[in-house]
């Protein structure tokens, strides 16, 4: 598969464009790798694009443990977001962790708060998989 340079510079603008509204630089660590084909990094997220779309997957240790394939580049963008502003969530419940509350409380207070910062339509989407996820693993708060 040949590599979209085109296509690939413009989806590296768009995401410069968006983690600004997130307070990100350029440079940012939690910014994808770009690959001109199809030979991802070694450890991280890799993104390229060619002819059949836009390709997200997720490294560790050499090995994929996450693939996603899109037609859009709106599609591309949530996916790559939505990992970001989990980073970033992350960190910020780490710091104000609240004593006997379920951790993801607060988690998924602060990355749904990121994510309509970039779209409110990636809020609402990421609000949906929430919910599938509290139907089958609700809150745990600890009683004191």
């Known amino acids: 598969m040949i590599c979209d340079n085109k296509k690939l510079s413009?989806?590296?603008s768009k995401i410069y464009k968006?983690?600004?509204?997130?307070g990100l630089s350029n440079d940012s660590d939690l910014y994808p790798l770009f690959s001109n084909d199809e030979h991802v990094f070694?450890?991280?997220v890799s993104v390229y694009s060619d002819e059949s779309g836009y390709h997200y997957i997720e490294t560790e240790?050499?090995?994929?443990?996450?693939?996603?394939?899109?037609?859009?580049?709106?599609?591309i963008l949530y996916y790559i977001f939505e990992d970001i502003t989990f980073s970033l969530a992350l960190n910020?419940?780490?710091?104000?962790?609240?004593?006997?509350?379920?951790s993801r409380r607060l988690l998924f207070d602060k990355q749904l708060k990121l994510l309509n910062r970039i779209s409110?339509?990636?809020?609402?989407?990421?609000?949906?998989e929430i919910d599938e996820i509290l139907k089958k693993h609700p809150y745990k708060d600890i009683s004191v």
């Open 10 to 12: 413009i989806l590296k």
């Open 18 to 22: 968006l983690g600004s509204k997130l």
């Open 42 to 44: 070694s450890d991280g």
């Open 61 to 75: 240790r050499g090995k994929p443990v996450k693939k996603i394939d899109c037609n859009s580049i709106e599609d």
């Open 92 to 102: 910020y419940e780490l710091e104000h962790r609240r004593a006997n509350e379920d």
């Open 120 to 128: 409110a339509d990636y809020a609402n989407k990421y609000q949906c």
